[in-house]
Nanobody, 127 residues
């Protein structure tokens, strides 16, 4: 089953940075558009960013535009989310998943287009 593994979360002060990684061990990510999603306490899962299989197309939610950067290294079979200027409202569990097209959903995302959600990685922004 298509399931990805997220890592790189942690506790960071407001204004700080983190880099999340999304990896797959049993299949290659080369052919897939990959999205990052997050779910804050008491809220539904939302789209954050996505990157096409070639890396040529990226999109971001308005709330993170200019602060987050998505990238991929197909040789390492990994997709990254560089998060700068973090705010307390960025606190959430972050997930990655393969998706059909590189669009960031503006409605809640209960399930990924392919496979299932992984464990996610917790990001906490607090002083």
């Amino acid at each position: 089953q298509l399931q990805l593994v997220e890592s790189g979360g942690g506790l960071v002060q407001p204004g700080g940075s983190l880099r999340l990684s999304c990896a797959a061990s049993r299949f290659t990510l080369d052919y897939y558009t990959i999205g990052w999603f997050r779910q804050a306490p008491g809220k539904e899962r939302e789209g954050v960013s996505c990157i096409s299989s070639s890396g040529g197309t990226t999109n971001y939610a308005d709330s993170v535009k200019g602060r987050f950067t998505i990238s991929r290294d197909n040789a390492k079979n990994t997709v990254y989310l560089q998060m700068n200027s973090l705010k307390p409202e960025d606190t959430a569990v972050y997930y990655c998943a393969a998706q059909r097209g590189c669009l960031v959903s503006t409605v809640p995302v209960p399930r990924p287009d392919f496979g299932s959600w992984g464990q996610g990685t917790q990001v906490t922004v607090s002083s």
